[in-house]
């Protein structure tokens, strides 16, 4: 059985929303699910529940909180996008340390998993600490930076985290080439690193409420990748 609830994180800049999902029987770790660009969504709710059906506590923090928490439709781009352009690194760093330090639990036994904007985050936050495992799903701003982040290239050098990288070679915004780069640039951290494409994965590949680019195989297969990830680097 799995249980949810709404939570609040304290942050330097005020509550932050959040939704947790708990196994009943104590946790083989923690793990902070870091939202899309379309804020806290119901697939990200999901996710946490997914988590937690397998024995991790998941966190999901609001990182929109600072705008009202939205969580937009995802063919919404309008709203998204100011949203999106009032995040700051300085916003980012406050909030996941803020999520991270009101866990409550060993930094090697606590996870990080981000999707879209949320991938990008991700990494990141995996060079902030030094924490058990940190997996990003099609993160952008590789090349170019995102929020006043350098770009992941750079900060993929200075990984503290072991950290998985998941991509799709048919993401209209992240070329095959700059995934490459990321892939080496991490090679040189001084942590586990690994990236893995899928040839017929888009944008949000994962993602099943976007039919449109969804692909269930990649999703699976990301999703195990995922697990085995976590199973392999927290501690217990």
């Not at 009101?102 to 606590?110: G, K, N």
């Amino acid at each position: 059985m799995v249980s949810q609830r709404q939570i609040t994180i304290g942050t330097a800049d005020g509550p932050m929303p959040a939704y947790e999902s708990r196994p009943d029987a104590a946790p083989r770790g923690t793990v902070v699910v870091v939202q899309e660009a379309f804020g806290l969504t119901s697939h990200i709710e999901d996710v946490t529940r997914r988590l937690a059906a397998v024995g991790y506590r998941a966190v999901a923090p609001a990182l929109f909180h600072r705008q009202g928490s939205p969580a937009m439709a995802y063919d919404d781009f309008e709203k998204v996008m100011p949203v999106m352009a009032e995040l700051t690194a300085e916003g980012l760093r406050t909030d996941m340390l803020a999520t991270i330090d009101s866990l409550d639990a060993a930094p090697s036994s606590i996870g990080v998993i981000g999707f879209c904007m949320g991938g990008a985050v991700t990494l990141y936050a995996a060079t902030l600490r030094p924490l058990g495992a940190a997996v990003t799903f099609y993160g952008g701003g590789v090349a170019t930076g995102r929020f006043g982040l350098p770009p992941l290239i750079e900060l993929a050098t200075s990984l503290q985290t072991p950290w998985l990288g998941l991509y799709g070679d048919k993401d209209q915004g992240i070329p095959v080439e700059d995934v490459e780069r990321l892939r080496e640039a991490a090679a040189t951290a001084p942590v586990p690193t690994e990236i893995v494409r899928y040839p017929e994965g888009q944008h949000g590949f994962h993602c099943d409420d976007r039919p449109a680019v969804y692909d269930a195989d990649a999703a699976a297969d990301a999703w195990r990748r995922t697990l085995e990830w976590l199973d392999g680097h927290l501690a217990a």
